[in-house]
């Protein structure tokens, strides 16, 4: 059994690694950190926790009380934990950041996308950005682990298979995502605030969306070439979701079936892939998907304009998030991909 420290564990990410944690075989948390919450039990912050956990209670970030943990699991806001990563990595922990503070691998990308001159850009090399159903081999054995933004998770997995062939232009790629509320995470600001965002469908950040950077990245290294990618968030008054609708131009005659083989073949060893593709239904909804860690994925070719989209529909704090980071975990350790993962999803919900 392995210890694990939550940093910003009060907050809805935090929640989320708690609630899955309690089903694994292999992990005991022991530490839990917070500024708001410091003293008070779990259930405090997390009343849906309530009878777990008895024994735990919120701690002041502290460099000594985090090293009582073999694994740390930073689910703080971007900058906030940064140094503190760069100290838990001299003492040799084993790290999974949620934040983005260590997914680009360039320095000079957190220049362009987060206006700031990164620190540390010797550990940017060092972080597997771990997507599992893109770059499984690369996780295992590491002990640093970048997490994905939900909204770059969903757009690359609707979209990634098709960047393994010869059959999309890669000019442009237009990424529209649909995300809940929790993406902002628990302390709500004007544009979170449950009277704003009920009952509202808008755009925001349509030019320079952080996750784009992601997406890009990954795609460029996907298909050996530059791959410029447009994204566009949309919040929407769900609490949990994102999905992806990301559309490319096909450069050859290209038939539903052979996007089936095409999506197929790439994630046959991916145990949270499950591709919809029948007869009655062919389109994902993050209704399928909430309070698990599936993504659930199809196609569509539309003939007119040869258009090909990708889409992805996941539950944002799960595979977006803390599923995500606890299924890198377990490769990264050598465990079954799926322990304490294979929680079906809320119906309805
Ligand atoms: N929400 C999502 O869908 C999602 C998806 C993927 C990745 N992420 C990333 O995951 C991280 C957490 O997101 P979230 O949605 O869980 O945010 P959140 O609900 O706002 O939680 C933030 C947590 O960080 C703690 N915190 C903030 N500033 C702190 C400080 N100075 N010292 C100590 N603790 C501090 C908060 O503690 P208090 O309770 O004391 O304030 C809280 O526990 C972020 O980096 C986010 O970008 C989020």
């Known amino acids: 059994m392995k210890t694990v420290a939550i940093l910003g564990a009060s907050g809805y990410v935090g929640g989320e690694l708690l609630r899955l944690l309690l089903f694994h075989k292999e992990l005991e948390v022991v530490k839990v950190f917070s500024k708001n919450y410091v003293g008070k039990p779990v259930h405090e912050a997390h009343p849906h926790l309530r009878g777990f956990y008895k024994n735990l209670k919120f701690e002041d970030l502290s460099l000594d009380s985090i090293l009582k943990a073999d694994i740390v699991f930073n689910a703080l806001p971007h900058l906030v934990g940064m140094h503190l990563t760069a100290q838990l990595h001299e003492h040799g922990v ?3 950041d949620l934040s983005a503070d260590f997914r680009l691998k360039k320095a000079e990308l957190y220049k362009t ?75 709500p600001y ?3 605030h449950h ?54 131009l096909a450069n050859k005659d290209v038939s539903e079936k052979d996007l089936w083989i095409i999506y197929a073949r790439f994630y046959r060893e991916s145990p949270f892939i499950r591709i919809v593709y029948s007869s009655k239904i062919k389109v994902p909804d993050t ?5 698990s860690n599936f993504a659930d994925i199809s196609f569509s070719k ?21 599923g995500q980071a606890i299924q890198a975990l377990n490769i990264a350790l050598g465990l ?4 304490g993962l294979l929680i079906p999803p809320l119906k309805p919900s």
Request: charged share 25%; net charge negative.
């Open 336 to 339: 079954r991909e799926d322990e």
């Open 195 to 248: 009277p704003e965002r009920e009952g509202s469908l808008r755009p925001y950040s349509p030019e320079g969306h952080r996750h784009q950077a992601e997406v890009e990245m990954i795609l460029s290294e996907l298909r050996k070439t530059t791959v410029n990618v447009s994204l566009v968030p949309h919040a929407t008054s769900a609490v949990r979701g994102s999905l992806a609708s990301v559309h490319v």
């Open 302 to 322: 539309d003939k007119t304009t040869n258009r090909v989209t990708g889409f992805a529909a996941i539950d944002n704090l799960v595979k977006g998030a803390a």
């Open 94 to 96: 084993t790290i999974v």
């Open 113 to 187: 996308w987060y206006g700031i001159e990164h620190p540390y850009p010797d550990l940017l090399e060092k972080f597997v950005y771990s997507l599992p159903e893109i770059n499984r081999e690369s996780i295992k054995g590491k002990k640093l682990l970048s997490i994905p933004g939900c909204n770059s998770t969903a757009a690359i997995l609707a979209i990634a298979p098709l960047f393994t062939t010869d059959i999309v232009k890669n000019e442009l790629v237009i990424a529209d995502v649909k995300v809940g509320s929790s993406e902002s995470g628990r302390t």
């Open 287 to 291: 209704k399928n998907v909430v309070g």
């Open 190 to 192: 004007e544009g979170s």
